[in-house]
């Protein structure tokens, strides 16, 4: 089981406690996979099958906090008291973005700024 990347938003303490559903002090490996498994399915969902290579590091990221709130639900904490509730509800609607073409995982609406004229200060020159 690889939820090491969970403490950065919970001890481990919690994440082990919110995994272990028969009580005995461990993390539980059924309870973790069916996390995994249903993170993953809710970022399939919003492509409607499978996520494009294009779009990798926007799952990598989106199956992380999916996995967050849903070990922090486990712990009790539903909807709004779950901190981070509103960033899953971004991220979803910006995957479902993605599916439909509305948005590209390559840039904002600015385009690349590597090698775009410096906005700083009124300043002109390049970013590199």
Do not use: C
Request: charged share 30%.
């Amino acid at each position: 089981m690889d939820y090491a990347k969970l403490k950065a938003y919970m001890p481990l303490r919690d994440i082990v406690a919110a995994l272990d559903d028969n009580e005995d002090g461990a993390a539980d490996a059924d309870v973790w996979t069916e996390i995994e498994d249903t993170a993953e399915k809710r970022i399939a969902d919003a492509f409607a099958g499978d996520v494009p290579d294009e779009y990798v590091g926007e799952f990598e990221h989106a199956a992380l906090i999916f996995r967050v709130e849903l070990v922090f639900t486990r712990r009790g904490f539903y909807g709004k008291e779950n901190p981070v509730y509103a960033e899953a509800g971004q991220i979803e609607k910006r995957l479902r973005a993605l599916a439909s073409g509305e948005e590209s995982a390559s840039a904002g609406d600015e385009g690349s700024h590597v090698g775009s004229t410096s906005k700083l200060n009124g300043m002109s020159g390049l970013i590199i």
